[in-house]
């Protein structure tokens, strides 16, 4: 269906913004997109804005449909599980999935933003920076926005209007002073800092390559993810108050040892540690719920502007970008029917981001925490064991979540369920081998039906 007379206005050309605007110009539409920052590709970012993602199942679903995971393999580097770092330097590796073609990959924030700039621009996406959305008059259908570097103000029409502008969205500031409008904002007590081990001689990784690397160290962490140019994006993610906590590390020494008596393999690859720590600002994290996403047929709230998440499961932007596949099949269903395209996204997907919000948070702990303990070790070994046995049954959440598209709330339900079933089979017992298997059989097929796959 071609729909060449109706302009679509976007805000934001972050990572989502971009993505959909391709697909929207790929199906005849004219699209805006109005960005506050300053063209990424022309003017060198800020420090501490370039942290990696990790993407995965429902990420590539998306870039594949775009036409796009093809020239997206360049950038990225599989991961093919977690290596934890303990303080006495010993390694152990954890494997994500259960071969080799379960693995998430690392890819560069800004080289992904980029390429989808790229992209979207080709197809006859116009993407205009520096212009800062101030907010909307949805009855009038106009937008108000700031040109970042004149300072003037200016009122645009716009017919249908789609928020892609991030956890601090302007959008839906706006949709605040609407009447029955639900908002709730939550921010954890940690905060993230931005750091680098850079590449070895010859632009080689200095730690094994294909891992994330994780320094759990109780109630924090240090996580380091490879970049294709040989360095390691590394994430410190601490309290923001207390002992152990960013407001501690206040001076070059403080950080150094820090570093030192706690990551002690790590501060050896970071040479301009304590500069790169007080370049980099400290990030804040906030889980983001509200509702209705939309405002009848004229804007709707996509991704984080409506569901921003804590970053610990890695599915910020695959979540995002399977928000921009269930919104296309939409339209694909319904045309241009944007009151009734809105109204069937946020059905759609307002369970499932309220799912991978609380599942999010969860794993925070066991990243930080639990990935030490063998306990933990020895449930990951049994889970792993208990699907190669039943395959369509005991899908493990992490892979539910990461390397399948089941849906955000069956992998929260299901793998509640499947918690219980491990705790059970994992009581008083020391390796996988000790398994009891008919337990499990009894446990499986009385707690599970088979699970519809994709
Ligand atoms: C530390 C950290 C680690 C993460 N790791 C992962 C990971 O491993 N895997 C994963 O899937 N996700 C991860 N995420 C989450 C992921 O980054 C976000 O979910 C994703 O970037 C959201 O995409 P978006 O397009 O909604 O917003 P963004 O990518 O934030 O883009 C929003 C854009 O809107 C622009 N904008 C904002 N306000 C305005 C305005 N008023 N007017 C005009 N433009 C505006 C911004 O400048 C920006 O360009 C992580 C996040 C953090 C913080």
Redesign the pocket.
Known sequence: MSHKAETITL???????PLLGLELAKRGFQVEI????ADMRRVRMSAGRS??????TR?IHALTQAGLWDEMRRIIVPMRGRMMHSVASELTFQPYGKNESEV?NSIS?ADL?VALMNVAEARGVRIRFQ????GMDFKAGILH?RDEQSGAELAVEAGVVIG????????RDAMLHRSRFNFSQHYLDYG?K?LTIPAGPGGKHVIETHALHIWPRGNYMLIA?PNVDGTFAC?LFLPFEGADSFTQLNAHSAVVEFFQSRFPDAVSLMPDLANNFFANPT?A?VTVKCAPWHVEGRALL????AH????F????????FEDCTVFLELLDQYGADWARVFREFEIARKVNADAIADLAVENFVEMRDRVADPRFLLRKKVELALEARYPQLFVPKYAMVTFHRVPYSTALKRGQRQDHILTELCDGIESVESLDWTKAASLISSDLTPLELS
């Open positions: 805000i934001g050309a972050g990572l989502n913004g109005y960005e506050r920052r942290i990696n993602l990790a993407i995965s990420g998430i924030r933003s212009q800062r959305c101030l926005l892609c502008d991030g956890s601090a969205s302007a959008i993230y931005e993810l994430i990030g994290m996509l991704v984080d502007a921003a998440i804590v970053p499961f890695g599915q910020g932007i695959n979540c995002g």
